[in-house]
């Protein structure tokens, strides 16, 4: 496709409910981040892929959250047993290069409100 | 941790005016970059610096790195109502995170009186 593209770009859960956000990033883009925006916020790390290499999840809030890229291509965040707090706009972006986060391409989002 | 703090959070100027937002960042920055999101929309990359100086320009938008590398600002002249978003700075320091975890700022957000 064109651009990163994020499914569903809207979803609602109750407080304790999994839900799975996918990201498809540009064809070809080695290295997937997970971002998570809060309102008013500037995007938060979460996660990142070089291929189907998790290379760092040290901004996952905590163990609920898990992150997959097993072919190196689309990528899932999931998050278990969701909690207010986890109510956000969550960012997926590709890049190009190994070289982490350059001139990164980001998805629309997903915005997930938890009731 | 590594922060990146922007100012001002928000800047209301009329159509023509100039504006700029800054950029600063508590260690010191391999690059820097730009992003613009528009209303309900995603982040936009804009331009990436890695030079000490360096200055960039694209038409009406001047970026500039600071010497120390722990600084920078984004300059639009004569500003039009298609500038209408929020701005943010992002850096990656080798003294935080992975490459991956660039750290964003909270973003100036600009509105423009026609």
């Known amino acids: 496709g064109a651009g990163v593209s994020q499914s569903p770009r809207y979803k609602v859960a109750k407080r304790g409910q999994d839900v799975a956000l996918r990201c498809d990033p540009i064809?070809?883009?080695?290295?997937l981040f997970w971002y998570q925006q809060a309102l008013g916020q500037g995007p938060e790390f979460l996660t990142y892929f070089q291929n189907e290499a998790q290379l760092d999840k040290s901004g996952l809030p905590s163990d609920r959250f898990f992150a997959e890229r097993p072919e190196g291509s689309v990528s899932t965040l999931k998050i278990q047993r969701t909690q207010q707090e986890d109510s956000a706009v969550y960012l997926c972006?590709?890049?190009?290069?190994?070289?982490?986060?350059?001139?990164?391409?980001f998805g629309p989002g997903t915005r997930l409100t938890v009731l | 941790g590594q922060q990146v703090m922007q100012i001002p959070q928000y800047q209301h100027v009329q159509e023509g005016e100039d504006f700029t937002t800054y950029c600063n960042s508590s260690t010191t920055l391999s690059n820097i970059q730009w992003y613009k999101q528009r209303p309900g929309g995603h982040p936009v990359f804009l331009i990436q610096?890695?030079?000490?100086?360096e200055v960039k320009k694209q038409k009406r938008l001047t970026f500039q790195f600071g010497e120390a590398k722990k600084n920078s600002s984004l300059h639009i002249t004569a500003t039009q109502t298609t500038d209408v978003g929020t701005y943010f700075c992002a850096g990656w320091s080798p003294y935080g995170g992975s490459q991956g975890n660039l750290i964003f700022g909270k973003g100036t957000k600009l509105s423009v009186k026609p």
């Open positions: 610096l890695v030079k000490s100086g």
């Open positions: 064809s070809g883009h080695v290295s």
């Open positions: 972006a590709s890049s190009q290069t190994s070289g982490g986060f350059q001139k990164g391409f």
